[in-house]
């Protein structure tokens, strides 16, 4: 069994609609990170949290630490929001990450 | 720089070749780390650096994947023999404390022929 464990693994929506992709980890961590991932393109950090709730414009990101779950959550999804999800735990001194395989989210127009 | 730099962007390399990588960290990032990503899944570590100290190799995955970043700060991972399966995405991320927010190069991506 995975460390960390995302679902779905592929998500399509429509423009407009409230995404969720959650993610559950069975290891103690220091923090939770939620990545993006363009085609092609490199990794960018959305959130890195390690209790209760941050939100970035249309972007919200939950963390239960008791039940070692997370979510995120799109409001209002745009075509732009096309790409790849991941959540990625930290643990230990060094802080190296552990990832899931990733979301793969598609909203059409 | 602005962030970290990766170079270069694309290999493609043919059977027992050997190959760099380059990471150009944030300036004044302690911390580097290497992950490695196949296709279709999540990115796995590799190593991490704290300053020039290499203090966890342990997730390369071969005695052909060899790391340094004697100055602290440029790191260059080397794989000696190229095998097919090393073909993935090579992530560079740096961070100014273990334990804080990684910020990921473009990544490079390996094509083992």
């Known amino acids: 069994k995975n460390e960390v464990e995302q679902s779905p693994q592929n998500l399509t929506a429509q423009e407009g609609e409230f995404i969720t992709i959650n993610c559950s980890y069975s290891?103690?961590?220091?923090?939770l990170h939620w990545l993006q991932q363009h085609p092609g393109g490199g990794i960018v950090s959305l959130f890195m949290l390690s209790s209760g709730k941050k939100k970035h414009g249309r972007l919200i990101a939950t963390i239960n630490i008791q039940e070692k779950h997370s979510s995120l959550h799109i409001t209002a999804s745009h075509p732009r929001d096309s790409a790849v999800y991941i959540c990625?735990?930290?643990?230990?001194?060094?802080?190296?990450?552990?990832f899931g395989k990733g979301t793969k989210l598609s909203v059409k127009p | 720089g602005a962030g970290v730099s990766q170079s270069p962007r694309y290999k493609v390399a043919k059977r027992g070749q050997d190959v760099a990588l380059r990471c150009d960290p944030i300036s004044g990032h302690v911390s580097l780390f290497w992950y490695q990503q196949a296709l279709g899944q999540g990115p796995e570590f590799l190593t991490y650096?704290?300053?020039?100290?290499?203090?966890?190799k342990s997730g390369l995955p071969s005695d052909r994947f060899f790391a340094e970043r004697p100055e602290g700060s440029v790191s260059t991972l080397k794989i000696q023999r190229t095998q097919q399966e090393d073909s993935a995405v090579y992530l560079c991320?740096?961070?100014?404390?273990?334990?804080?927010?990684?910020?990921f190069g473009p990544g490079t991506r390996l094509t083992v022929t």
């Open positions: 650096f704290q300053n020039e100290a290499q203090l966890d």
């Open positions: 991320a740096s961070s100014s404390n273990q334990v804080y927010e990684q910020y």
């Open positions: 990625a735990v930290g643990g230990g001194s060094q802080g190296n990450l552990i």
């Open positions: 290891v103690g961590i220091s923090a």
